[in-house]
């Protein structure tokens, strides 16, 4: 069974920095582009960030690009978010997510951890 | 980057009747060398992650019930509930993933009428 599991979220101040960590299994990790998606408190779903499968190229979402970087360690099963100099508006669930392996066509995420609640706030 | 708008908003149906979401891209995401749409569907349960249904925009997830489908092409597309059940009573989002940053509709809340 494809388990995705966060972990790192908590509350910090404006100008903070937290590292999610999103441990997968089930499946092999190594061969899957990996995204972070948010939704913040009742509102729907951001694309925050994705990384092909060997770690190589990474996306952001330009509301993010400068202050987060994705990362991941294949040897370990981790999908990483370094978040820094948070700000209210990063308050949100992250989630992890897969994405198909298809040649690089496929663009949807499937599935999804359960996510894990950052607070930026005083 | 392409916006994906979602009508209605909220939608209320009765148990057993059909509901149909409507999820506009701002662009075409239509592939003319592959003729795919690059559209999902997604169900999200409160204090869940959101759930794949459907992708290329018609073909459902395996274990997705056949009450739901999926359809349109181009910018226009449509999610189908053909007989709604109370576990469907939820949130949808569309996504796009022609391009990046792929994007998300803001998500149409389904209600028993």
């Known amino acids: 069974e494809v388990r995705l599991l966060e972990s790192g979220g908590g509350l910090v101040q404006p100008g903070g920095s937290l590292r999610l960590s999103c441990a997968a299994s089930?499946?092999?990790?190594?061969?899957?582009?990996m995204s972070w998606v948010r939704q913040a408190p009742g509102k729907g779903l951001e694309w925050v960030s994705g990384?092909?499968?060997?770690?190589?190229?990474?996306y952001y979402a330009e509301s993010v690009k400068g202050r987060f970087t994705i990362s991941r360690d294949n040897s370990k099963n981790t999908l990483y978010l370094q978040m820094n100099s948070l700000r209210a508006e990063d308050t949100a669930v992250y989630y992890c997510?897969?994405?198909?392996?298809?040649?690089?066509?496929?663009?949807?995420?499937?599935?999804w951890g359960q996510g894990t609640l950052v607070t930026v706030s005083s | 980057d392409i916006v994906m708008t979602q009508s209605p908003e909220s939608l209320a149906v009765s148990l057993g009747e059909r509901a149909t979401i409507n999820c506009k891209s701002s662009?075409?995401?239509?592939?003319?060398?592959?003729?795919?749409?690059?559209l999902a569907w997604y169900q999200q349960k409160p204090g869940q992650p959101p759930k794949l249904l459907i992708y290329?925009?018609?073909t459902r997830e395996s274990g997705v019930p056949d009450r739901f489908s999926g359809s349109g092409s181009g910018t226009d597309f449509t999610l189908t509930i053909s007989s709604l059940q109370a576990e469907d009573v939820t949130v949808y989002y569309c996504?796009?993933?022609?391009?990046?940053?792929?994007?998300f509709g803001q998500g149409t809340k389904l209600e028993i009428k």
């Open positions: 997510a897969k994405v198909p392996y298809c040649g690089g066509d496929c663009g949807w995420f499937d599935p």
């Open positions: 089930g499946f092999t990790f190594s061969i899957y582009a």
């Open positions: 990384t092909s499968a060997s770690g190589v190229n990474t």
């Open positions: 662009q075409s995401i239509l592939y003319s060398s592959n003729k795919k749409n690059y």
């Open positions: 290329w925009a018609s």
């Open positions: 996504q796009q993933y022609y391009s990046s940053p792929p994007t």
